[in-house]
């Protein structure tokens, strides 16, 4: 190999080195998918609020003084096979737990209000219209992450880990008032403009802590527990119901 071999065989070798160098920093970059959580596997939110009136978007609907409101104060998500369980901490110390389901397409909650947690099942795409608290706690919380909403541009040290820190307003539709005061059962829900914050860890795009309103919420994560997830009976049994009133209603309108 001649010198003007050997000459471009380093210059081209350099180049490659120095284009997979760039690639792998550029990795490091926000984009516009900073924000990125397993599909599988299981995270605790722990929520505080910084006053009374904290955190629109997590208020449950208005209630008596017989009943006073509650708020989440931890919720624990565990996420596979196309199942989501999230196990919910009120404030009073009682728990509750929220299942997303895939097919059929669902989702079964329990009512927090109430002396007994009744199980209820709801059509996703009516959820956001019933009493539920409708709050993901996932990469759906952080939609409005984008490069364009940076506060700085290089990572900040945050809860002890390289974070990009966004900063934004985003609208939400929160309940006010209980579907019971409404002729159509439907609870009264209106749009509100909230302030939001989050730092997202550098490298791994998971979300290390959120500012939602006046509410600070704190992720961390682990692998999901082994062995698939199954509903409780009380779940399980609503769900059949729910199933068999459905098989029963396409039946009819076969005949009809």
């Known amino acids: 190999m001649n010198k003007h071999y050997r000459y471009c065989f380093h210059v081209a070798y350099a180049l490659l080195l120095l284009g997979f160098l760039s690639g792998l920093f550029a990795l490091a970059e926000p984009d516009d998918k900073s924000v990125r959580i397993p599909r599988i596997g299981m995270w605790t939110v722990n929520i505080q609020y910084g006053a009374p009136d904290a955190a629109i978007t997590l208020k449950a609907p208005q209630t008596t003084p017989e009943q006073p409101q509650q708020r989440m104060t931890k919720v624990v998500i ?17 728990t509750t737990e ?69 900063k934004s307003s985003i609208t939400v539709m929160t309940h006010m008032g ?46 999901a527990p082994p062995g698939p997830l199954i509903l409780p009976p009380a779940f399980q049994k609503e769900l059949s119901r729910y199933q068999a009133a459905l098989a029963a209603a396409k039946r009819l309108n076969r005949k009809n």
Not at 79 to 92: E, F, G, P
Request: proline share 6%; with cysteine.
């Open 78 to 94: 565990t996420r596979k096979n196309n199942i989501r369980r999230a196990q919910v901490t009120w404030s009073d110390g009682r």
């Open 98 to 166: 929220a299942w997303d389901m895939v097919s059929p397409r669902v989702i079964l909650v329990q009512n927090p209000h109430v002396a007994v947690n009744d199980v209820y099942v709801i059509p996703a795409q009516d959820y956001l219209r019933s009493d539920g608290v409708a709050v993901p706690f996932d990469e759906a919380d952080f939609t409005w992450v984008s490069r364009r909403v940076l506060v700085e541009q290089k990572p900040v040290l945050y809860m002890g880990k390289k974070c990009y820190h966004y």
């Open 178 to 223: 209980s579907s019971r005061n409404t002729p159509d059962g439907v609870a009264n829900m209106t749009a509100v403009k909230v302030p939001v914050e989050a730092w997202v860890e550098a490298g791994t795009g998971l979300p290390v802590a959120m500012i939602n309103g006046k509410s600070v919420n704190t992720y961390t994560f682990e692998a």
